[in-house]
């Protein structure tokens, strides 16, 4: 049954292994792990709880960082971008379905900002200047995307790409799409809660782990050591 469980993404940390004996090179050195500035428009916290959805490669790595930011009250990963009916992974893997591999961010935006969700994820989450693809992973499934659940959502999210991409903030130039009125359907459970469950899983540990670390090096009023599982909020089984 594990076997059966594998995720595609797993084989690319293989080749990032290799690559970093061959050439001494880290596998995630294409990562930015940098404070970029905060966003000059931000949304007003307006409710208890707020929805954002993201998209930055594999969701394992983008939940994790999400679970350990403090203010978010739940991170789950899952699919946008696509129709109701593909949103599976095996699908979705193909790379025709138009879904990216995304994460549904609950959060309290009198704690934490849509802003600073956003300066999170371009800043440690993942690398918005790859096109379709992250690290090992490629294909439209993971691409940097950000899918507004509002119309102020779309106009913080592209103000904030034009701001940075304006400041040269990254050595060249954003490829984040901002895709309104897209569903999110959340992913098969086995791909829930990975990178806790599976820190020394090669891929993660690659990978993921440190972006984990530079969200405590960079953001560290907005770190917490134990992260928002998707487990726990689940009802137990009678």
């Known amino acids: 049954m ?7 993404c797993v084989f690319g940390a293989l080749t990032a ?14 990562q930015s792990t940098r404070v970029v500035a905060a966003p000059a428009l931000d949304e007003p916290p307006s409710s208890s709880r707020e929805v954002a959805v993201l998209a930055g490669g594999c969701f394992w790595g983008v939940q994790g960082v999400f679970q350990h930011v403090d203010g978010v009250i739940s991170a789950v990963s899952g699919y946008a971008g696509g129709a109701r009916d593909t949103a599976h992974y095996d699908m979705t893997s193909s790379g025709t379905t138009g879904h990216a591999e995304s994460v549904q961010i609950t959060f309290d935006p009198h704690r934490i900002t849509y802003g600073r969700i956003l300066q999170i994820f371009f800043s440690v989450a993942h690398d918005p200047t790859e096109l379709n693809r992250q690290g090992p992973d490629t294909g439209t499934q993971y691409r940097s995307a950000i899918f507004p659940q509002s119309s102020e959502q779309a106009r913080v999210a592209a103000a904030y790409i ?6 040269k903030a990254f050595p060249e130039p954003i490829v984040t799409t901002v895709e309104p009125g897209k569903e999110f359907y959340p992913a098969e459970a ?6 806790t469950l599976h820190p020394h899983q090669p891929y993660i540990a690659i990978n993921d782990i440190p972006k984990i670390e530079a969200l405590k090096r960079l953001f560290p009023d907005h770190y917490r050591a134990n992260p928002v ?9 009678q």
């Open 2 to 8: 594990a076997s059966q469980l594998r995720r595609a």
């Open 229 to 237: 599982l998707v487990a726990a909020a689940q009802p137990a089984k």
């Open 162 to 167: 034009a701001q940075l991409n304006t400041a």
């Open 190 to 195: 086995y791909h829930q809660d990975y990178l």
């Open 17 to 30: 292994l290799i690559a970093g004996v061959l050439y001494g090179v880290s596998p995630t050195a294409a």
